[in-house]
């Protein structure tokens, strides 16, 4: 063996010896990605409950805003009602009242000057 010979070994070892050190991490590497590949299975198995429930929840809501939307609707026809006795009675009793009110204060005012006069 010569000199060449053994330095040829020696760099064959070291060239062994790093390819070793290197391959420790890579394995370690390949671990986290089998690790990765498998959290991401779980997220997407447990995903489409939730997307499921989801969808009723969205469903259920759609169909409880439907019902109120109903009611809001027959409250405004309520409202429009309620508005248009009022205006009815305020026509109807409103001008006779004033009317009332008019002659009673005349005549407390007859009343008052009588009684000045005597």
């Known amino acids: 063996m010569t000199g060449g010979d053994i330095a040829g070994l020696i760099a064959a070892g070291v060239f062994a010896v790093l390819v070793g050190l290197l391959a420790i991490p890579l ?8 690790q990765t590949r498998d959290s991401i299975k779980d997220v997407s198995d447990g995903i489409t409950p939730i997307l499921s429930e989801s969808t009723v929840t969205v469903q259920e809501a759609n169909r409880q805003l439907a019902r109120v939307d109903s009611i809001t609707k027959n409250v405004e026809e309520v409202t ?3 508005s248009s006795l009022v205006a009815l009675f305020a026509a109807s009793v409103g001008g006779p009242l004033i009317k009332l009110a008019g002659f009673s204060a005349a005549v407390r005012t007859a009343l008052v000057g009588i009684r000045r006069r005597d």
């Open 27 to 34: 394995v370690k590497l390949g671990g986290v990605f089998d």
């Open 80 to 82: 429009g009602n309620v």
